[in-house]
């Protein structure tokens, strides 16, 4: 068995994915009424919405609103996180705020924040923006604080000054660090990004997704939530693979996430 | 920028010139969390000569390291005053290169870039930097280990890549805070072998912090004792072994085995005001 596993490292997550599938089936046949959807006739929507070019149209709308958002908040996160970390002044400042705004649920501002910027792009951006933030400075900040203080020393012997030291040594000694939190902003940006467009119905993936859920079109529902899942498996392998390209040579993210105290 | 005000390394026979590190009524007090003051050096007054090879010696919460890192620029002393080639110290710069227990590589550098750093920092171009670095990474011993990255490598091999980049810039003084202190001890004997050789060759001033008393007396020519609480030198021995020095004939030499039983006792020395 180990050997079949070993010449074939996709077989057990396929049979994973299939006795879902089936499971589904026969939760479909046997228990539920209606509003769930047999898994069969959910695969059969998938190319129905594939190959529909407006419903194509809308998730890459999505999906460039997201990047959107999720690029904004890396150039303004990580330097904020950096500082933070490395700042006693600006920890002391912004931490307070930080924690304030980490437990809120960010898709929960949507009304409010639709009041000031409207029902279009602006708003979801904004949101999108807010959910991914917060990993990332978190992040940063706590990779910028637990680095090697010996190390800036060296730095600051061969003659490096502040800004060099910023952007030179503690940037790529907390790029790893970074990294975990883009991760987790990769979901935040998907959720947020469904989620907005869900309260601010306009178009979007978001927007197909609860459309059909009013018109009570199940198939499409659940053909969705699979393409939304999908696409979120998709863009975390990818990052994944971004992230040992960058950081190979750094150890186990999670034991730097965790600093020895 | 300093080689107009500094005399040539020619022009400066030992002893009768200024001293390289000159330390004097230097003080250093921490402030403690519940607000009062702990005086970790007290009035610290010592000499280092061009060329010269000094361990500060004592027990673990004396304050050498933190002696080690205000001759640095790392911390800033409280009171009291270190000149370095007859400048005051105000920070850290290339003439003092430090070697750390923690060795601080860049982790994201594979050897070869983290000995190059210093060069490239100091202005030279890519390849006459890697050129350069090449040549220290085989004086390390590392041949071959270049493509590596810091995580790849063994605690011995990521202090010699530590000492190369230092050495790599052309610092006149190292400052070494307990470099071998992490290290097991056949790897620590290899590298107090190899150190003595690198030193015998270029002659660089060096300060040297241990709480290992063999180490001490097998390096140096003058052994700086200190006592804790406060951080005191006790006393300062001079180390009158001829060089070049060979461990296997200094352990049985007995004016080596009288100076580690002399240190050793030194040091051991209960003090008198230990807290309760």
Redesign the interface.
């Known amino acids: 068995m180990t050997a079949i596993v070993r010449r074939l490292p996709g077989l057990p997550p396929l049979l994973a994915c299939l006795a879902l599938l089936l499971a589904w089936q026969a939760f479909a046949h046997w228990a539920a009424r209606g509003g769930v959807p047999d898994a069969l006739s959910t695969v059969r929507e998938l190319p129905l919405i594939l190959g529909d070019r407006d419903s194509l149209g809308a998730i890459a709308e999505s999906l460039r609103r997201m990047a959107t958002g999720f690029a904004i908040a890396l150039v303004v996160s990580v330097p904020l996180g950096l500082v933070m970390g490395r700042s006693r002044i600006a920890a002391a400042l912004l931490d307070p705020l930080f924690m304030i705004a980490y437990p809120v649920p960010k898709a929960a501002l949507m009304p409010l924040i639709m009041l000031w910027l409207g029902v279009g792009d602006a708003s979801k951006l904004l949101v999108i923006v807010l959910g991914v933030s917060l990993p990332i400075i978190y992040h940063s900040a706590a990779g910028a604080r637990g680095i090697?203080e010996?190390?800036l020393?060296?730095?600051?012997?061969?003659?490096?000054g502040p800004v060099g030291r910023l952007t030179r040594?503690v940037l790529?000694?907390v790029?790893p660090e970074i990294l975990v939190g883009c991760r987790t902003g990769i979901v935040l940006a998907l959720i947020t990004m469904i989620t907005s467009e869900m309260i601010a119905r306009q178009n979007g993936a978001g927007n197909i997704l609860f459309s059909a859920l009013d018109m009570a079109q199940y198939e499409t529902v659940y053909a969705m939530i699979l393409i939304v899942s999908a696409l979120g498996i998709a863009l975390d392998m990818l990052f994944e693979v971004l992230r040992a390209r960058l950081?190979?040579?750094?150890?186990d993210p999670h034991l730097i996430a965790a600093p020895p105290s | 920028m300093s080689a107009t005000l500094t005399p040539p390394a020619s022009a400066a026979p030992s002893g009768s010139t200024a001293p390289m590190i000159a330390i004097a009524d230097l003080s250093k007090t921490f402030r403690r969390r519940d607000g009062g003051t702990h005086l970790a050096l007290d009035r610290i007054a010592l000499d280092v000569h061009e060329g010269e090879f000094v361990s500060i010696l004592g027990p673990s919460g004396c304050g050498k390291s933190t002696l080690l890192?205000m001759v640095?620029?790392?911390v800033e002393p409280s009171s009291g005053t270190i000149a370095v080639g007859g400048r005051p110290v105000t920070?850290?710069?290339?003439d003092?290169?430090?070697v750390?227990q923690?060795f601080?590589?860049?982790?994201?550098?594979t050897v070869l870039g983290n000995v190059a750093?210093?060069l490239r920092?100091?202005g030279l171009g890519r390849s006459a930097a890697e050129a350069q670095a090449r040549q220290l990474i085989e004086r390390v011993g590392l041949k071959g280990y270049e493509s590596f990255?810091?995580?790849e490598l063994s605690g011995g091999m990521k202090q010699r890549v530590a000492i190369a980049?230092?050495l790599a810039?052309g610092?006149a003084i190292l400052l070494m805070d307990e470099p071998f202190g992490a290290l097991d001890a056949h790897t620590r004997v290899r590298l107090q072998n190899e150190l003595l050789g690198l030193w015998e060759r270029d002659r660089k001033t060096v300060l040297f912090v241990t709480h290992a008393v063999d180490e001490a007396v097998f390096l140096s020519d003058r052994v700086v004792v200190m006592s804790r609480q406060p951080g005191r030198i006790k006393a300062i021995v001079p180390v009158d072994l001829p060089r070049p020095r060979r461990r296997e004939e200094l352990l049985l030499d007995p004016r080596y085995q009288r100076l580690v039983i002399d240190l050793e006792a030194m040091i051991e020395d209960p003090p008198e005001d230990l807290p309760a």
Request: no cysteine; proline share 14%; net charge positive.
């Open positions: 090697e010996k190390m020393w060296s730095a600051r012997a061969m003659g490096m040594v790529p000694a790029l950081t190979g040579w750094a150890d | 890192y640095g620029g790392f920070g850290p710069g290339p003092r290169g430090p750390f923690e601080a590589l860049f982790p994201w550098k750093y210093g920092e100091a990255y810091p995580k980049r230092t810039y610092p």
